[in-house]
């Protein structure tokens, strides 16, 4: 039970069009919007689907970029900016790189968004926008930055790699763990949580094992859509902001490193709030979340060590400034040398060890 005396609930009003072929009805979404020219937005490896998106739309599409970059910098999307002519509305087809690209462009242009997400990140169910520029990744929250409409297509996500599938896995599985020890969380969101875990916990294997399990992809979808939502509702904590370090600081893949580092955040918090972690262990079969994400980690063959994408024991001490340089709010406090010990064992991908962290587990309240 997630029963709390107190809280305070914010729901997400976005409309949700979830099913088999659902990228196909976005047309019915701009007329229900009453859009008339909508820019279609993607990475260059989402430039097909996207391709079909526009085509379908006809003289409603304003054209189709398929610029959208990792952790959106600003340089790409003040490009873009000038040239928006006469589009009244965008439309994102991809992962976080093209939604994060909508939501800069709207924040700036006031325009509409519908989102088509192709991979479980979450972004299109936030009101958050994470922006790079001088490498510093900050993020803001903003309603106007939040999607319109999100279209949930599982035959998009059915052509990830394996690896991404896992990635991008751990990526959504993020949000929901943080979000049940967030500052600000609730009981929905936390039902919301575990049943976004679950769904993941018992998606992603049976997709590994038969890629042609359309129930599969739409459960893994389900479970997206549910931590996205999460996240769109509560604070993150020390999990995220590690992850927006070494993304916008050391230009690290954004879903790998949720992978990599989760567990190794998990198992730093875990100490001092075991409780409200409890649900994870359970949903894992595991003595710990940590440990439970860890070996889920590595049974759906998601990356688990940072040095797999070039970040070395010589960058620890800059992340870790980086990291203290602002201070936000987490369950336990924040230390230097917790923070190395963290990232000491993130670097080599090692088993997380809550013992590790046993001294100063204050809860901050």
Not at 37 to 51: D, K, Q, S
Not at 58 to 81: D, K, N
Not at 168 to 193: F, K
């Amino acid at each position: 039970m997630f029963f709390q005396s107190r809280f305070d609930c914010q729901g997400s009003p976005a409309r949700v069009v979830f099913g088999p072929s659902s990228r196909l009805r976005v047309g019915e979404e701009l007329v229900r919007l009453g859009l008339e020219r909508v820019l279609v937005i993607a990475t260059p490896e989402l430039e097909g689907v996207a391709g079909e998106i526009a085509g379908a739309l006809g003289p409603r599409a304003a054209g189709l970029f398929v610029g959208a970059a990792m952790h959106t910098p600003v340089s790409v999307t003040e490009a873009r900016m000038a040239r928006l002519g006469d589009a009244d509305g965008l439309v994102a087809v991809g992962g976080g790189s093209a939604i994060g690209l909508a939501k800069a462009l709207a924040l700036r242009s006031g325009l509409p968004q519908i989102a088509v997400p192709s991979t479980f990140a979450g972004s299109e169910a936030t009101p958050i926008l994470g922006e790079t520029k001088g490498g510093e990744k900050t993020t803001l929250t903003d309603l106007r930055v939040r999607p319109d409409t999100i279209v949930y297509d599982p035959l998009l996500v059915s052509s990830l790699p394996p690896r991404l599938v896992a990635s991008s896995a751990m990526n959504a599985i993020a949000h929901a763990v943080e979000g049940l020890y967030a500052r600000d969380r609730n009981p929905v969101g936390s039902l919301m949580a575990a049943e976004g875990i679950r769904a993941f916990a018992a998606a992603v294997p049976r997709v590994d094992a038969d890629r042609a399990d359309l129930e599969a992809w739409s459960m893994a979808q389900y479970g997206a859509w549910l931590c996205g939502t999460v996240l769109g509702q509560v604070g993150m904590a020390l999990h995220h902001k590690l992850c927006h370090v070494l993304g916008g600081t050391f230009d690290l893949p954004h879903a790998e490193v949720h992978a990599v580092v989760l567990p190794h955040a998990i198992a730093y918090n875990e100490a001092a709030v075991p409780e409200l972690l409890a649900p994870v262990a359970r949903i894992f079969g595991a003595e710990t979340a940590a440990d439970g994400l860890h070996e889920f980690a590595r049974a759906i063959g998601a990356p688990t060590a940072l040095e797999a994408f070039g970040f070395t024991e010589a960058d620890i001490p800059r992340a870790v400034d980086v990291a203290l340089a602002r201070p936000y709010w987490n369950p336990r406090a924040i230390t230097r040398e917790g923070l190395s010990v963290l990232l000491s064992g993130a670097l080599t991908g090692e088993r997380p060890a809550r013992a590790m962290f046993n001294e100063d587990t204050e809860t901050v309240k």
